[in-house]
T-cell receptor
Framework: DAGITQSPRHKVTETGTPVTLRCHQT?????MYWYRQDPGHGLRLIHY???????DKGEVSDGYSVSRSKTEDFLLTLESATSSQTSVYFC????????????FGQGTRLTVV | GQNIDQPTEMTATEGAIVQINCTYQ??????LFWYQQHAGEAPTFLSY????GLEEKGRFSSFLSRSKGYSYLLLKELQMKDSASYLC??????????FGGGTRVLVKP
């Protein structure tokens, strides 16, 4: 299995609080992605990174920010959590120079109450 | 941007064959992926197509037609453990990876 770890695995937080989710990889892959998965919507791309300090928006980026200060870590921050951000969040990594497919972390279940 | 369509749900019988279609529109194409996802788990890679034609891997095959913006995943000799969601994804320019809504396949005895 690819070395990719998400933390925390589960979190309950209150509306209006900031929340940071962490994705850590040991594969030295260049690309990292954050997705959310909700019933009826599949996996939707929030943000992705193509290198240290290089990030770009996905289709559902409003209300989220990301940072990548090291190759191995990609952080997703909900600046002020809302109930609509209750979801399962998946991180993925890929590197076209090494292999074609993306590998996924185990997911973080976030509940905003 | 990308637009990816696949059926929401399909039901098939154990031992049978099921074909899951995926149609897409994209600006820039660097490959199409199929992933399997069991309930409560992370997606796992099944297949990758970048050129037209059929890729076969055991009981699973995937086909791509770039001119038609069309792919399918063929699952043969269905087993109960194949009950899962199957996700079609497009890799566009810049290695951006976008997924369709997924197809839930229910295998019945």
């Amino acid at each position: 299995d690819a070395g990719i770890t998400q933390s925390p695995r589960h979190k309950v937080t209150e509306t209006g609080t900031p929340v940071t989710l962490r994705c850590h990889q040991t594969e030295n892959h260049r690309y990292m992605y954050w997705y959310r998965q909700d019933p009826g919507h599949g996996l939707r791309l929030i943000h992705y990174s193509y290198g240290v300090k290089d990030t770009d928006k996905g289709e559902v980026s409003d209300g989220y920010s990301v940072s990548r200060s090291k190759t191995e870590d990609f952080l997703l921050t909900l600046e002020s959590a809302t109930s609509s951000q209750t979801s399962v969040y998946f991180c993925a990594i890929s590197d076209p120079d090494k292999n074609t497919e993306a590998f996924f972390g185990q997911g973080t279940r976030l509940t905003v109450v | 941007g990308q637009n990816i369509d696949q059926p929401t749900e399909m039901t098939a019988t154990e031992g049978a064959i099921v074909q899951i279609n995926c149609t897409y529109q994209t600006s820039g194409f660097n490959g199409l992926f199929w992933y399997q996802q069991h309930a409560g788990e992370a997606p796992t890679f099944l297949s990758y197509n970048v050129l037209d034609g059929l890729e076969e891997k055991g009981r699973f095959s995937s086909f791509l037609s770039r001119s038609k913006g069309y792919s399918y995943l063929l699952l043969k000799e269905l087993q109960m453990k194949d009950s899962a969601s199957y996700l079609c994804a497009i890799k566009a320019a810049g290695n951006k990876l976008t997924f369709g809504g997924g197809t839930r396949v229910l295998v019945k005895p």
